[in-house]
């Protein structure tokens, strides 16, 4: 039933033949589109003399069924990913494969291959004899290894995104099912990021640490949630949910109670910036009933993520909407000038207000001074400059729009509890003390 | 000439490659400084630019074709010169888990510091390592694991390991970038290796074999 339904869909969307034509016309690489048995539903015809060495290889079913068997691992794992998955086969010849969804089910899929990374003469002797394994007619194998097409690895990564545009169009109604995942493996990809800096503490990182790390986290995010600022607020999150994961990953119930402390913090804070405390408690109220079905820390995380987006937009929505526009435009100006002098006239004077009335704005919608403000960016800043360049002290106090150094220290001091040699001695551990 | 070797693996220049590791051997340059510094240092950095989104899967895999043309020229006289065998190690990526560079690289230093090296490759369950061990009489289980998703695999391949009675003689050891000394000991492995090219050291530790 699959195939003539997915048959239909390549012959009824005018333009998806000449697509996938068009294709292999710019790749060189054979295309096929495949049922979810493997049988072929579409097969490129200009280009197939280059898969010449496939159809030599399979010679009986027995090893066709095994060229289905690692087209169906690369789908998979295509659809773990969310992207078209680049793997070898059993000859060592590249391929690329892509899923083809109806309505969240896998109904089919495309496979562009073989291809080659590097020409035939430049196969070192494993890789040729990989590529003869199990096979007899030397001559002709010979001939079929130089017809398959060689392409470059940068341009490789380019066909494995325009391999997967196809899928989409194919796809009923796309790939939108398969976004979930990207997102979720991207969020990893964060989480290990933030991981790979607590170990490069080496011996300073252990449970004690992280546990310190934590609770000073904790306070950021708090600030950067009450400041609007997402961007800054996902940044922490990432680096609260590496510490989550580190301490708890080996056990899942413990891991959950740590994510809902979590997400008290976040919906506390959301509240205090604003946020209506109906719609709050009702997220709290949702997660409770759905963790229940949450099975893994991938969805779990996810959730959390997806749980500081609706919490920013909560902010935003219940901001006076001019005010906020204005807020915006201050803290960007701020971001943008941070190492000049920025006095509460200046500031006031770009976003076109008196200074009385933006220190009022600020104070009533951030809950925090103006002054304070300021300083937040620019001590944020030298944080950075303290950990990756070796500048003396007095230099970063100038880059960071200070001056006078002794004052710097003051402000370092009182913002971060510790002075900036100090920090700069102690890097990330300089925080958690 | 060592950073022009590093920096060949990464820019997956693989005749470089291959002149360099020869030229250096014929020099007399110690085949662990090649490795390590030369070869190794250049995948590491590959790695990097893989996990920052600068390289996507085919260049590190051209990355790793020239980091096997450097290995495929010193692994047999590595061989030559570490006859004895020092203990027998099962190696292997984790249930799931489809990646292999690291795990590769401990391999290589495993085997270039005279242990018998038997690698499943990736995605290995749990009763697959232990059915391994058992059959080998490894003296030493290590596991690797690039997602934090498939980091539960290493716990349940320890449980199995428990249940049949095989803990007890085999030491265990677990890896890759999302691992820590912290989940090592929460899930009881009895080491951490921080990085592949520590790994020699971590399990001639483990052994009690002075480093």
């Given at each position: 039933?699959?195939?003539?339904?997915?048959?239909?869909?390549?012959?009824?969307?005018?333009?998806?033949?000449?697509?996938?034509?068009?294709?292999?016309?710019?790749?060189?690489?054979?295309?096929?589109?495949?049922?979810?048995?493997?049988?072929?539903?579409?097969?490129?015809?200009?280009?197939?003399?280059?898969?010449?060495?496939c159809r030599l290889s399979r010679t009986n079913t027995e090893k066709d069924k095994f060229c289905h068997t690692i087209h169906k691992k690369a789908v998979r794992e295509s659809i773990r990913w969310g992207e078209a998955a680049i793997r070898t086969c059993c000859h060592s010849l590249m391929q690329m494969t892509a899923p083809i969804m109806n309505h969240g089910?896998?109904?089919?899929?495309?496979?562009?291959?073989?291809?080659?990374?590097?020409?035939?003469?430049?196969?070192?002797?494993?890789?040729?004899?990989?590529?003869?394994?199990?096979?007899?007619?030397?001559?002709?194998?010979?001939?079929?290894?130089?017809?398959?097409?060689?392409?470059?690895?940068?341009?490789?990564?380019?066909?494995?995104?325009?391999?997967?545009?196809?899928?989409?169009?194919?796809?009923?109604?796309?790939?939108?099912?398969?976004?979930?995942?990207?997102?979720?493996?991207?969020?990893?990809?964060?989480?290990?990021?933030?991981?790979?800096?607590?170990?490069?503490?080496?011996?300073?990182?252990?449970?004690?640490?992280?546990?310190?790390?934590?609770?000073?986290?904790?306070?950021?995010?708090?600030?950067?949630?009450?400041?609007?600022?997402?961007?800054?607020?996902?940044?922490?999150?990432?680096?609260?949910?590496?510490?989550?994961?580190?301490?708890?990953?080996?056990?899942?119930?413990?891991?959950?109670?740590?994510?809902?402390?979590?997400?008290?913090?976040?919906?506390?804070?959301?509240?205090?910036?604003?946020?209506?405390?109906?719609?709050?408690?009702?997220?709290?109220?949702?997660?409770?009933?759905?963790?229940?079905?949450?099975?893994?820390?991938?969805?779990?995380?996810?959730?959390?993520?997806?749980?500081?987006?609706?919490?920013?937009?909560?902010?935003?929505?219940?901001?006076?909407?001019?005010?906020?526009?204005?807020?915006?435009?201050?803290?960007?100006?701020?971001?943008?000038?941070?190492?000049?002098?920025?006095?509460?006239?200046?500031?006031?004077?770009?976003?076109?207000?008196?200074?009385?009335?933006?220190?009022?704005?600020?104070?009533?919608?951030?809950?925090?001074?103006?002054?304070?403000?300021?300083?937040?960016?620019?001590?944020?800043?030298?944080?950075?400059?303290?950990?990756?360049?070796?500048?003396?002290?007095?230099?970063?106090?100038?880059?960071?729009?200070?001056?006078?150094?002794?004052?710097?220290?003051?402000?370092?001091?009182?913002?971060?509890?510790?002075?900036?040699?100090?920090?700069?001695?102690?890097?990330?551990?300089?925080?958690?003390? | 000439?060592?950073?022009?070797?590093?920096?060949?693996?990464?820019?997956?220049?693989?005749?470089?490659?291959?002149?360099?590791?020869?030229?250096?051997?014929?020099?007399?340059?110690?085949?662990?400084?090649?490795?390590?510094?030369?070869?190794?240092?250049?995948?590491?950095?590959?790695?990097?630019?893989?996990?920052?989104?600068?390289?996507?899967?085919?260049?590190?895999?051209?990355?790793?074709?020239?980091?096997?043309?450097?290995?495929?020229?010193?692994?047999?006289?590595?061989?030559?010169?570490?006859?004895?065998?020092?203990?027998?190690?099962?190696?292997?990526?984790?249930?799931?888990?489809?990646?292999?560079?690291?795990?590769?690289?401990?391999?290589?230093?495993?085997?270039?510091?005279?242990?018998?090296?038997?690698?499943?490759?990736?995605?290995?369950?749990?009763?697959?390592?232990?059915?391994?061990?058992?059959?080998?009489?490894?003296?030493?289980?290590?596991?690797?694991?690039?997602?934090?998703?498939?980091?539960?695999?290493?716990?349940?391949?320890?449980?199995?390991?428990?249940?049949?009675?095989?803990?007890?003689?085999?030491?265990?050891?677990?890896?890759?970038?999302?691992?820590?000394?912290?989940?090592?000991?929460?899930?009881?492995?009895?080491?951490?290796?921080?990085?592949?090219?520590?790994?020699?050291?971590?399990?001639?530790?483990?052994?009690?074999?002075?480093?």
């Open positions: 039933m699959i195939v003539p339904l997915l048959s239909a869909k390549v012959k009824e969307s005018s333009g998806m033949t000449p697509q996938l034509r068009s294709f292999t016309q710019s790749t060189g690489i054979p295309l096929q589109v495949s049922d979810t048995q493997g049988r072929a539903v579409w097969v490129s015809d200009i280009c197939r003399r280059k898969d010449f060495f089910t896998l109904v089919g899929y495309l496979i562009a291959s073989p291809f080659l990374l590097v020409h035939p003469s430049e196969l070192q002797p494993d890789e040729l004899s990989s590529l003869h394994r199990g096979l007899e007619k030397k001559r002709l194998l010979e001939e079929a290894i130089l017809s398959i097409p060689v392409i470059k690895d940068e341009e490789a990564s380019q066909s494995a995104k325009d391999l997967f545009r196809l899928a989409e169009a194919l796809s009923d109604p796309d790939l939108s099912c398969l976004r979930e995942a990207r997102e979720i493996q991207e969020l990893q990809g964060k989480i290990v990021e933030q991981i790979l800096e607590f170990k490069a503490l080496g011996k300073d990182f252990n449970a004690q640490s992280l546990s310190r790390l934590f609770y000073e986290q904790e306070r950021e995010i708090l600030v950067k949630i009450r400041l609007g600022d997402r961007g800054g607020a996902k940044e922490i999150l990432y680096r609260l949910l590496a510490i989550v994961l580190s301490q708890h990953l080996e056990n899942f119930e413990l891991l959950k109670i740590s994510i809902l402390e979590l997400l008290i913090i976040l919906t506390r804070a959301a509240v205090e910036a604003g946020t209506k405390i109906e719609e709050v408690l009702g997220m709290r109220y949702r997660f409770i009933t759905e963790s229940a079905t949450i099975k893994n820390q991938e969805d779990l995380c996810i959730w959390v993520a997806h749980l500081l987006e609706k919490l920013m937009d909560g902010i935003y929505q219940t901001r006076h909407a001019k005010n906020y526009q204005r807020l915006e435009k201050m803290l960007n100006f701020i971001e943008v000038h941070y190492n000049e002098s920025l006095t509460i006239e200046r500031i006031a004077r770009e976003v076109c207000l008196s200074p009385s009335r933006l220190s009022h704005i600020v104070k009533d919608e951030l809950g925090i001074p103006l002054r304070a403000c300021v300083s937040k960016v620019r001590i944020d800043r030298a944080k950075t400059l303290l950990r990756e360049k070796e500048f003396p002290i007095s230099q970063i106090a100038l880059e960071v729009g200070y001056p006078d150094q002794s004052y710097f220290t003051k402000v370092f001091k009182k913002v971060e509890k510790c002075t900036p040699k100090t920090f700069r001695v102690k890097g990330f551990d300089s925080q958690l003390s | 000439m060592l950073q022009t070797l590093s920096q060949a693996v990464v820019m997956r220049d693989c005749k470089t490659v291959k002149d360099l590791t020869e030229r250096m051997v014929e020099e007399r340059v110690d085949l662990f400084v090649i490795l390590n510094q030369g070869l190794n240092s250049g995948m590491l950095w590959a790695c990097e630019q893989f996990r920052r989104g600068a390289f996507h899967v085919p260049e590190l895999l051209m990355s790793s074709r020239a980091l096997k043309i450097g290995m495929n020229i010193l692994r047999p006289l590595i061989r030559d010169g570490e006859r004895n065998v020092v203990g027998r190690v099962v190696i292997g990526t984790v249930k799931f888990d489809l990646h292999d560079i690291g795990k590769n690289l401990v391999n290589i230093v495993l085997e270039g510091n005279g242990f018998e090296v038997i690698d499943l490759g990736v995605d290995v369950s749990p009763e697959r390592f232990v059915r391994t061990v058992e059959k080998y009489e490894a003296r030493v289980l290590a596991m690797s694991s690039l997602l934090t998703s498939t980091m539960g695999w290493m716990k349940s391949t320890l449980e199995l390991l428990r249940e049949s009675g095989m803990k007890r003689v085999v030491r265990t050891m677990i890896g890759g970038a999302p691992v820590t000394s912290i989940f090592a000991r929460n899930i009881g492995a009895d080491a951490y290796c921080a990085e592949a090219t520590s790994a020699a050291q971590t399990v001639k530790k483990l052994l009690g074999i002075e480093a």
